[in-house]
């Protein structure tokens, strides 16, 4: 299994970005996408996540600026950024919960980090 994501940059504030993380290999279902970021010096925090019912959960500090959304296929995640602030730099990654053909349980995979920076 692997998780690819892209997306990341430098941006103004006020500005908007797109990150998307796609899930690959032998994949029975996805339960649950979503994205953390981490900045200079602080815990790792989750940002959205988006259920397989399309549910989804965002921290308080990025309601009504950040968009979670998934693919209809259901293995790829999106996360909208729009009105970025630079609070917002950090490394962004992916992680998903999911069920491998060769698993009876699922497990979590987190995807390769992006940087975001907001910046003038």
């Known amino acids: 299994v692997q998780l690819q994501a892209s997306g990341g940059g430098l941006v103004q504030p006020g500005g908007s970005l797109r990150l998307s993380c796609a899930a690959s290999g032998s994949i029975f279902s996805i339960n649950i996408m979503g994205w953390y970021r981490q900045a200079p010096g602080k815990q790792r925090e989750l940002v959205a996540q988006?259920?397989?019912?399309?549910?989804?959960y965002s921290i308080d500090s990025v309601k009504g600026r950040f968009t979670i959304s998934r693919d209809n296929a259901g293995n790829t995640v999106y996360l909208q950024m729009d009105n970025l602030k630079p609070e917002d730099t950090a490394v962004y990654s992916c992680?998903?919960?999911?069920?491998?053909?060769?698993?009876?349980?699922?497990?979590?995979?987190w995807g390769q980090g992006t940087q975001v920076t907001v910046s003038s």
């Open positions: 988006i259920d397989s019912g399309g549910r989804t």
């Open positions: 992680n998903t919960l999911l069920r491998e053909y060769s698993r009876s349980s699922y497990t979590a995979y």
